[in-house]
């Protein structure tokens, strides 16, 4: 079982739709989690951290479910620049991060 | 916020040759630097923990002898793929962690990547 796994898409969905990713990790010693997003050909670049009380930025949102070891992400009035592949990224005892596989979101005009 | 910057960002080599990738941190110190490497459509991953005078950690299924890391500075790692075949053809990108960022907090720690190398090898 991969440590952390996510669904690949894609997510076609039009402008201004709200679309929400989802994200489990397999590793109840898991410390930290980011949501990393990652355009074709590029390194992947932090989107947000995920924090157990939920946090917001911008038309973004993140959740973290510790008992179910589950990550959320919603985008809210997405946006063409949007499109990208978004990568659920976990942390433990400050080693290397642990990447999903990405979930690709195409945002048609 | 802070610059790793990786060189070349692509290179094509023929099978047998060996190719150095450098990763550097330009404006912070990094103790750890990290490797990963993302075939397409799959997800980066890790190749080896390459800490600053010591050897590199290597995962598991990663040959050390094919895949050299020296991490001579704070500011400087180097990947060197030996006997280059045409399977390791792939994008490596490094990350740093900077030294004196978050305070030791797991919750806070930060790592900054390169813009990473594209290896393709004849």
């Not at chain 1, 499109?83 to 999903?100: I, K, M, P, Q």
């Not at chain 2, 890790?46 to 895949?67: I, P, R």
Request: charged share 20%; glycine share 6%.
């Amino acid at each position: 079982r991969k440590e952390v796994e996510q669904d690949p898409g894609p997510f076609n969905v039009p402008e201004g739709a709200t679309v929400a990713f989802n994200c489990t990790y397999s590793n109840s010693a898991s410390q930290s989690f980011f949501w990393y997003r990652q355009d074709c050909r590029k390194e992947p670049k932090l989107l947000m951290s995920v924090y157990s009380s939920g946090n917001e930025d911008g038309r973004f949102t993140a959740q973290l479910n510790r008992a179910s070891q589950y990550i959320s992400l919603l985008i809210r009035d997405s946006k063409l620049s949007d499109s990208a592949t978004y990568l659920c990224v976990v942390n433990r005892d400050r080693r290397a991060l642990t990447f999903g596989s990405g979930t690709r979101l195409q945002v048609q005009p | 916020g802070a610059v790793v910057s990786q060189h070349p960002s692509w290179v094509i080599c023929k099978s047998g040759t060996s190719v150095k990738i450098e990763c550097r941190s330009l404006d912070f110190q990094a103790t750890t630097m990290f490797w990963y490497r993302q075939f397409p459509k799959q997800s980066l991953m890790l190749m080896a923990t390459s800490n600053e005078g010591s050897k590199a950690t290597y995962e598991q299924g990663v040959e050390k002898d094919k895949f050299l890391i020296n991490h001579a500075s704070l500011t400087l790692s180097t990947l060197t793929v030996t006997s280059a075949h045409p399977e390791d053809s792939s994008f490596y990108i490094c990350s740093a962690r900077d030294l004196l960022a978050g305070g030791g907090s797991a919750s806070t720690d930060t790592q900054y990547f390169g813009p990473g190398t594209r290896l393709t090898v004849l």
